[in-house]
Nanobody, 124 residues
Framework: QLQLVESGGGLVQPGGSLRLSCAAS????????IGWFRQAPGKEREGVSC????????NYADFVKGRFTISRDRAKNTVHLQMNSLKPEDTAVYYC?????????????????WGKGTHVTVSS
């Protein structure tokens, strides 16, 4: 069964850090672009970051540039999102998704598999 499973969310104080993980089962992440989207309560889902299948190209939404870093761990068939300097406005459910490309503005082409999400709450 093909699936993506996110982990690493939780409660953190402003200025803190979290590392999210997106683990795949049933397929190899290496062959696909992988992205992170988020959805805050009452808001639309928005793209956060993505990484190309090669891992050479990455893109970030302006609101996370310089704070978040996306990376691949090929040995573990996992993609990570390191989130530093977290702000209350980063509070959301974070989803990983499989796509066919990683373009600017987190355009990922055909996005066919989504994880169920992991909750991130930034609050003092």
């Amino acid at each position: 069964q093909l699936q993506l499973v996110e982990s690493g969310g939780g409660l953190v104080q402003p200025g803190g850090s979290l590392r999210l993980s997106c683990a795949a089962s049933g397929f190899t992440l290496d062959y696909y672009a992988i992205g992170w989207f988020r959805q805050a309560p009452g808001k639309e889902r928005e793209g956060v970051s993505c990484i190309s299948s090669s891992g050479i190209f990455t893109n970030y939404a302006d609101f996370v540039k310089g704070r978040f870093t996306i990376s691949r761990d090929r040995a573990k068939n996992t993609v990570h999102l390191q989130m530093n300097s977290l702000k209350p406005e980063d509070t959301a459910v974070y989803y990983c998704v499989r796509g066919t490309m990683c373009g600017r503005s987190i355009v990922m082409g055909d996005m066919d598999y989504w994880g169920k999400g992991t909750h991130v709450t930034v609050s003092s």
